[in-house]
């Protein structure tokens, strides 16, 4: 992939997932930013999948002001990266083995959140933070299971052939000079 266009990808992918998530904001734990990064992670290199979560998550800091949750994202959205990478080959492009890693992911969130407020505040403020959202991360398992389950499919083939036409439109343009 050509530089420039590898940067413009990773740019408006970062941005992508920002909207994504700005515009889907006033529905609590409903979100599309665990199957786009699910997405990008098994389509694009380790590191560009890095860097876009990385670039999401500062962001997101801008628009949302930063607080102790910029810590927990930083850290978070990096893990689903290396979970979606260490499964690509497993999962490949079945739907459903997808739908249940991201429901596992959705409930498990919230924990993770919790340990790393139990880094920052103590455990005993890490027990009470999960208890008092494991409602949220139910519906964020939920939700997570039933999006990749229905987009997973067509998301991933637009994404695939839009990856893939780039390239080759490159490679033909380059082949004629």
Do not use: C
């Not at 560009?48 to 628009?63: E, G, K, N, P, R």
């Not at 409602?135 to 997973?152: E, P, Q």
């Amino acid at each position: 992939m050509r530089p420039v266009y590898r940067l413009v990808l990773i740019a408006l992918l970062s941005a992508l997932l920002l909207s994504v998530q700005v515009g889907l904001a006033v529905i609590p734990n409903v979100e599309l930013v665990s199957l786009l990064i699910l997405i990008f992670a098994i389509s694009l290199p380790l590191i560009d999948s890095l860097t876009i979560v990385t670039i999401f998550t500062t962001l997101q800091a801008i628009t949302w002001g930063l607080g102790d949750w910029v810590i927990g994202y930083y850290w978070i959205w990096t893990l689903w990266v290396l979970v979606v990478y260490l499964f690509r080959h497993i999962n490949k492009d079945h739907a459903d083995l997808w739908a249940i890693l991201g429901g596992l992911w959705g409930l498990l969130f919230g924990a993770l959140f919790a340990l790393n407020h139990g880094i920052l505040y103590g455990f005993n403020f890490s027990i009470a933070y999960w208890m008092r959202g494991i409602l949220f991360d139910i519906i964020h398992m939920i939700s997570n299971y039933i999006l990749i389950l229905l987009l997973f499919n067509p998301l991933y083939a637009i994404f695939k052939r839009m990856i893939r036409s780039k390239e080759n439109s490159y490679e033909s343009n380059h082949k004629n000079r």
